[in-house]
């Protein structure tokens, strides 16, 4: 069975950090594209960052793209997402994602496989 387990969410104040974590298992991790998407209740899921397989390609929006990163550990089985300078508006529910490293993703009907999501909240 597939599972995608988020953490490392919180309350922050802006301009501070946060490292979240996706842990995956009962997949090989990888052979899979990870992303990070974010949704605010009652908007639509948008896509945060991206990172191949191997890691050797990444993509961020243009309004994280400065401040977060995506990095993963394939020997852990577990992508990351580095926040740093955090704004008000970053405040989301923070979702990790899987799909076969074959696509080019960013939309999130693209993925396989979620997890539940993870709460970051940044105050002002």
């Known amino acids: 069975q597939v599972r995608l387990v988020e953490s490392g969410g919180g309350l922050v104040q802006a301009g501070g950090s946060l490292r979240l974590s996706c842990a995956a298992s009962?997949?090989?991790?990888?052979?899979?594209?990870m992303a990070w998407f974010r949704q605010d209740p009652g908007k639509e899921r948008e896509i945060v960052a991206a990172?191949?397989?191997?890691?050797?390609?990444?993509y961020s929006t243009d309004s994280v793209k400065d401040r977060f990163t995506i990095p993963r550990d394939n020997a852990k089985n577990t992508v990351y997402l580095q926040m740093n300078r955090l704004k008000p508006e970053d405040t989301a529910i923070y979702y990790c994602?899987?799909?076969?490293?074959?696509?080019?993703?960013?939309?999130?009907?693209?993925?396989?496989?979620w997890g539940q999501g993870t709460p970051v909240t940044v105050s002002s």
């Open positions: 994602a899987a799909v076969p490293d074959a696509y080019l993703a960013y939309v999130p009907s693209a993925y396989t496989y």
């Open positions: 009962g997949l090989t991790f990888s052979d899979y594209r």
């Open positions: 990172i191949s397989a191997s890691g050797s390609t990444t």
